[in-house]
């Protein structure tokens, strides 16, 4: 048996921590009494932050915490190239979390427009059609940029006759072609829809 090198903080029983265990923690306590010693104890302002970002749903324990424009950019890379290597993956991975399978499926209830706005090839042409133009294509801003259908899209997909994501996937040359797009800022993309634009 080691000799013992501490004792309980509540009912004084001796008890042996490692030296490297001694000189992390506040306080030593037996098994029995560690909860009343933690209570007494309180917790650090460090902890309570950690705890803060444990006990919001869905986040990690990573959440929260600032992380540098270098980090960002090797985390994006990494999970691109790996996108790239297992396609077939990443298909079955969207297969497992798409329509009834999603957790948040409600039946179906969006529009479709809406449906075929938030799809990743629509990301893609948006992103496309604004490095193309790189400036807003009216009044030459360079900040807040949008990108804007010339044919409006709930037409294309009226005169295609899509009726769903899958149809969209199937007439993606068309419905996304970059002849179709046009950048413009956000003031004059509200002007193009005739809605009023506020600073």
Known sequence: MRTPNAECVICGKPLYR?????????HVACMEHRAEAQRQSGITDK?????AFGRVKGTNHLDGLPKSEESKRKRSRS??????????EVV???????????????????????????MTENR???????????????????????????????EIV????ITSR??????AAELWSLENGI???????????????ED
């Open 18 to 26: 490692r030296p490297s265990h001694l000189k992390r923690v506040r």
């Open 47 to 51: 902890q309570r932050a950690g705890l």
């Open 79 to 88: 999970i691109a190239q790996w996108c790239k290597e297992h396609p077939a």
């Open 92 to 118: 079955a991975r969207g297969a497992k979390t798409r329509g009834p399978k999603h957790y948040l499926w409600k039946g179906g209830v969006s529009r479709l427009n809406t449906s075929i706005r938030r």
């Open 124 to 154: 893609k042409w948006m992103d496309a059609v604004k490095e193309r133009d790189g400036v807003c294509m009216r009044c030459g801003a360079a900040e807040g940029l949008e990108s804007h259908h010339i044919e409006p899209l709930s």
């Open 158 to 161: 009226e005169r295609l006759g």
């Open 166 to 171: 899958k149809a969209a996937r199937e007439n």
């Open 183 to 197: 950048t413009l800022c956000q003031r004059c993309h509200y002007k193009e829809h005739g809605r009023t634009y």
